[in-house]
């Protein structure tokens, strides 16, 4: 097994290998096709969707005996020297800005770079984290990029674009750079570890894609360190959120199943395990309003998951669609809008156990507030017949009241003789009443 991490394993080695960049790389290929390479280049995007990799494959394409040509052969020198695992070209030249980016270094640049490539078609150089290079630096080069040798090409690649002064961006083709999607990015790391011969359960690879966050090489990372601590079954669910400190499934499950029932005890049971279990409080909150995204978008779009919307194995995709049908709309629009104010709150918590079962409550008890989100959340309590966590002089959420209690011919002391509860409701409200 090679010892190399398995983003570099599986560097692409050419534009139809780099995924989830069609609008950047069908374009360049079809420049290439017509011979109208432009002699200046900018690559900005985010961390790990394919910059460097995509100027280095741009600087094969370009070098290839065959070449110009979108294709590189594979066979010619400078192919083998440009390879993922190859020695590298002395006619393609990386810079790192971050160390190189001062006015003197950019000097040395613009006087090599007139001599003429040593085996190669041209002389390319690969400027990464361009944003580093120092506004000195920039006017040093900016005569050389503006009017290059015709042996000459420049790639610059950064993550903020902005940063690179006016006058060289306009001089060079810009290609913005996206995050890939998280379905393409899912399948291709199926189509790794089915490479790399390792089993992999289900429920894992949408875990690895959210800790990436649409980069390649930091899922790529993540599916690394995952694969390299694999037993005899593979990498498991259970060892997948141990270790990236995901929330397990079933923590979830019982809370908002505890949300829909009004059942406190399960929901303070839930807090309970989750503080005992040496889980991040704020992690957990942050996956369970992860969670009621995905149910709002069940209750509102059934058929979510055959149209993209929602990323999940089919058996906990069944559990979602069983909990989205279990709430009223508005008392899942409530717990998911409190669960975000509470997420907020718990930044810089001294106790986030404490705010976290406040969270739980401020959900399990609508009848606590006259605010309009609560009303509507506790009439969707009342169609579904659900109790209201509240005091023992609460009212029971399943009862509804019959004809009686609104024709006024009830006796006295009957239900039609109380005096309605003024808005705001709840037990006190009740009580003053």
Do not use: W
Request: charged share 25%.
């Amino acid at each position: 097994m090679s010892s190399l991490a398995l983003y570099r394993r599986y560097r692409p080695e050419s534009f139809t290998e780099v995924i989830g960049q069609g609008h950047v790389t069908d374009p360049l290929q079809q420049a290439l096709r017509n011979n109208r390479v432009n002699h200046a280049y900018l690559f900005s995007g985010p961390r790990g969707c394919g910059k460097t990799t995509s100027a280095r494959i741009l600087a094969r394409c370009l070098n290839c005996e065959q070449g110009p040509t979108p294709t590189p052969c594979g066979e010619c020198q400078s192919c083998r020297d440009l390879a993922r695992n190859g020695p590298g070209s002395i006619d393609v030249i990386e810079i790192d800005a971050a160390s190189h980016g001062g006015v003197d270094d950019a000097r040395d640049l613009r006087e090599k770079a007139f001599f003429g490539p040593a085996h190669s078609r041209y002389k390319i150089y690969i400027i990464d984290e361009a944003h580093m290079v120092s506004p000195q630096g920039f006017n040093a080069l900016l005569k050389v990029v503006e009017e290059p040798p015709e042996h000459l090409k420049f790639i610059f690649a950064t993550t903020e674009p902005e940063k690179v002064i006016g006058t060289i961006r306009s001089r060079t083709h810009h290609y913005p750079f996206r995050l890939v999607p998280p379905g393409t990015l899912r399948d291709y790391l199926a189509e790794v570890c089915a490479k790399e011969d390792i089993p992999v359960e289900d429920g894992v690879l949408p875990l690895v894609v959210r800790a990436g966050a649409g980069s390649v090489r930091d899922s790529m990372s993540v599916m690394d360190q995952l694969l390299a601590g694999a037993g005899p079954d593979g990498v498991t669910y259970d060892m997948t959120t141990a270790l990236l400190g995901y929330t397990d499934g079933s923590l979830l499950d019982s809370v908002v199943e505890a949300f829909a029932s009004g059942e406190g005890s399960a929901a303070f049971e839930v807090v309970d395990r989750v503080i005992e279990g040496g889980n991040d409080p704020r992690r957990f909150v942050t996956d369970l309003l992860e969670r009621l995204r995905d149910l709002l978008i069940l209750a509102a779009v059934p058929d979510a998951a055959e149209k993209g919307l929602i990323d999940a194995p089919a058996d906990v995709l069944k559990r979602m669609q069983a909990q989205a049908r279990s709430f009223g709309t508005a008392e899942l629009s409530r717990a998911a809008d409190l669960v975000n104010e509470g997420l907020t709150e718990m930044r810089g918590a001294h106790s986030p156990r404490l705010q976290l079962e406040l969270i739980c409550a401020r959900v399990l008890l609508p009848a606590a507030y006259g605010d309009e989100r609560s009303v509507m959340a506790r009439l969707d309590r009342i169609e579904r017949g659900v109790r209201f966590s509240a005091g023992a002089g609460a009212p029971a959420m399943g009862y509804v009241p019959g004809p009686e209690a609104h024709s006024g011919a009830a006796g006295a002391g009957g239900p039609a003789a109380a005096a309605p509860v003024p808005p705001g409701g709840g037990p006190a409200a009740a009580r003053a009443a």
